[in-house]
C-alpha cells in the first residue's frame, strides 16, 4: 500500500537557519504530493503542492519538488521565522481507483524556531 | 470563506458514555474523511465517504465507532461506548477530487479534542 515516510523530529533552528525535512514516498500509482502545516491548537493547512515529476510547489518562502527518480519530496526554506514554528505533514493522494482523493501522511515533524 | 465547520471542539467525557461528533463540509464537496490524530499514531484515516456513500471505513473500530452522512452538508462520527483510549483529536476534512487540476487537496476542519476520563 501508499506510504509515506519522514524525517525523524523535533527539529530546532535559529531564526534564519535554513530547513530542510525529508520525505519519502511509496505508491502504487501516480500521486500528487503534498506538504500540509498545523500550528498549534489549529486544523491542517494546505502548505504547497505538486502533481507531476519534476514540479515544484511554493508558499511563504517554502518550496519542495516532485522527484519521481527518488520518490522524494523535501520541503526547504531558506531562512525560518518563529512564526514557522509548526507541525509538518508530507502526504500523498494517490489518483487512481476508488481511493482518489484519500490522503495518506507521514509522521510529522515538529519544528521549533527560537529567536 | 468556504470551511470545514466541526462541532464540539473540546469534549470531555466519562468511560462508557456516547461521543459524537459533527462536521459540516465545504458546500459542493462530495468526499468528507475522518481523521484521529494522537502522539503515538499520529494522523489516522478512520473513514471516508463520496457522494454521502461509505467507501472505506476500515480504520474504525467496529465494535464501538460508527461514521454516518444523513445528509450532503453533515458528517457524524459517533463512539459508543467510549473509552480513555478512544482520547483523541478528530479531523473531519473534505474535498472535491476531480476539480483544481486533480491535485486531490483536503481541507481540514480545525478538529473535536476528545477526553475519556
Known amino acids: 500500500g501508499d506510504s509515506v515516510t519522514q524525517m525523524e523530529g523535533p527539529v530546532t533552528l535559529s531564526e534564519e537557519a535554513f530547513l530542510t525535512i525529508n520525505c519519502t514516498y511509496t505508491?502504487?500509482?501516480?500521486?500528487?504530493l503534498f506538504w500540509y502545516v498545523q500550528y498549534p491548537g489549529e486544523g491542517l493547512q494546505l502548505l504547497l503542492k505538486?502533481?507531476?515529476?519534476?514540479d515544484k510547489g511554493s508558499n511563504k518562502g517554502f518550496e519542495a519538488t516532485y522527484r519521481k527518480e527518488t520518490t522524494s519530496f523535501h520541503l526547504e526554506k531558506g531562512s525560518v521565522q518563529v512564526s514557522d514554528s509548526a507541525v509538518y505533514f508530507c502526504?500523498?493522494?494517490?489518483?487512481?481507483?476508488?481511493?482518489?482523493?484519500?490522503?495518506?501522511f507521514g509522521q510529522g515533524t515538529i519544528l521549533t524556531v527560537h529567536p | 470563506d468556504a470551511r470545514v465547520t466541526q462541532t464540539p471542539r473540546h469534549k470531555v467525557t466519562e468511560m462508557g458514555q456516547e461521543v459524537t461528533m459533527r462536521c459540516q463540509p465545504i458546500?459542493?464537496?462530495?468526499?468528507v474523511f475522518w481523521y484521529r490524530q494522537t502522539m503515538m499514531q499520529g494522523l489516522e484515516l478512520l473513514a471516508y465517504?463520496?457522494?454521502?456513500?461509505?467507501?472505506?471505513d476500515s480504520g474504525m473500530p467496529k465494535d464501538r465507532f460508527s461514521a454516518e452522512m444523513p445528509d450532503a452538508t453533515l458528517a457524524t462520527l459517533k463512539i459508543q461506548p467510549s473509552e480513555p483510549r478512544d482520547s483523541a483529536v478528530y479531523f473531519c476534512?473534505?474535498?472535491?477530487?476531480?476539480?483544481?487540476?486533480?491535485?486531490?487537496?483536503?481541507?481540514f476542519g480545525e478538529g473535536s479534542r476528545l477526553t475519556v476520563l
Open positions: 476534512a473534505s474535498g472535491l477530487p476531480g476539480t483544481s487540476g486533480l491535485t486531490g487537496e483536503l481541507f
Open positions: 465517504f463520496r457522494n454521502r456513500a461509505p467507501l472505506d
Open positions: 505508491a502504487t500509482g501516480y500521486p500528487s
Open positions: 458546500l459542493g464537496h462530495n468526499t
Open positions: 502526504a500523498l493522494s494517490d489518483r487512481g481507483g476508488t481511493s482518489y482523493g484519500k490522503l495518506t
Open positions: 505538486a502533481t507531476k515529476a519534476d
